[in-house]
């Protein structure tokens, strides 16, 4: 069974930077719909920013200018460098490998805290 990975959260104060790294142990990522999600306490899990396997990318509108997300195919690894962080970022953040109808894998998620 597939397992994604995230690692690299942690506790950071606002207008600090993390980057969050997703690893694989049997997708490609490159031949795949990829994505960081994210779920705060008491709201609803969020898109963060998607990465088609064509090369488009989107970003939510609060993460834009801020968050980006990238691949190194050599490693088969995915990553959201977050920067600029702001309290509200703070939430479990996932990676995800989408299917033909949206996510169909999800990793444990990684703890971000922004503290103001």
């Known amino acids: 069974q597939e397992q994604l990975v995230e690692s690299g959260g942690g506790l950071v104060q606002a207008g600090g930077s993390l980057r969050l790294s997703c690893a694989a142990s049997?997708?490609?990522?490159?031949?795949?719909?990829v994505g960081w999600y994210r779920q705060a306490p008491g709201k609803e899990r969020e898109l963060v920013a998607l990465r088609s396997s064509g090369g488009s990318i989107n970003y939510a509108e609060s993460v834009k200018g801020r968050f980006t997300i990238s691949r190194d195919d050599a490693k088969n690894a995915m990553y959201l460098q977050m920067n600029s962080l702001k309290p509200e970022d703070t939430a479990v953040y996932y990676c995800?490998?989408?299917?033909?109808?949206?996510?169909?894998?999800w990793g444990r998620g990684t703890q971000v805290t922004v503290s103001s």
């Open positions: 995800s490998v989408h299917g033909t109808y949206g996510p169909a894998y």
């Open positions: 049997t997708i490609v990522f490159r031949l795949n719909t």
